[in-house]
C-alpha cells in the first residue's frame, strides 16, 4: 500500500479545491450513531385501548473539526444515503465559504452512485475496520 506524502496531500487537497474560491480549508470527520426510543413496558396493560408505542430508532449523523472542536449534528430517521444527502446539504450551508474534507468510514451510504455531495465539500475514506482513526467516535 502506498503511503502520500504531506507534500502529495497538499497538492491533492489544493487540486480538489481548484475550481472554488478562496477560503479556509476544514478537515472533519463524520459518523452516524443510532439511538432507540424506549417506551414503559409495565404500563401497557394498564389503560384500556393502549396501543403500544414501539421503539422508533433514530440516527445522529455528526462531524466534528479536531482542531477547533466545532462540531455539527442532525438527528434523521434512517441511516441511508437521502439521510447523508441531507445531512451534507445542511453542513454545505453552515460553512458556505469553507472548503471541507471530511473523512468517513466506509458505509454503502457514503459511497452510492445517488450521494449528492455540495461544491464545498470532497470526501475522503478512512481505511475499513479502524474507528480508532475517527475521531468523532469518542463522541
Known amino acids: 500500500m502506498m503511503q502520500l506524502k504531506p507534500k502529495k496531500i497538499n497538492t491533492a487537497v489544493k487540486e480538489s479545491f481548484r475550481d ?3 477560503g479556509t480549508v476544514r478537515l472533519m470527520f463524520q459518523d452516524e450513531a443510532g439511538f432507540a426510543e424506549s417506551t414503559l413496558p409495565n404500563i401497557a396493560g394498564v389503560f ?3 396501543s403500544p408505542v414501539y421503539p422508533a430508532n433514530r440516527y445522529a449523523y455528526g462531524e ?4 477547533t472542536g466545532e462540531s455539527f449534528f442532525l438527528v434523521l430517521p434512517r441511516s441511508n444515503t437521502v ?3 441531507l445531512f451534507l446539504q445542511k453542513l454545505s450551508e453552515v460553512y458556505p465559504d469553507d ?3 471530511l473523512a468517513c468510514d466506509g458505509a454503502a451510504w457514503h459511497k452510492a452512485k ?3 455531495i455540495p461544491k464545498n465539500i470532497r470526501l475522503l475514506f478512512i481505511p475499513p475496520a479502524t474507528p480508532e482513526m475517527n475521531p468523532i467516535e469518542q463522541i
Open 20 to 22: 472554488l474560491n478562496r
Open 48 to 50: 384500556q385501548d393502549y
Open 114 to 116: 445517488a450521494l449528492i
Open 64 to 67: 466534528v473539526e479536531p482542531l
Open 99 to 101: 472548503h471541507i474534507l
Open 83 to 85: 439521510c447523508m444527502n
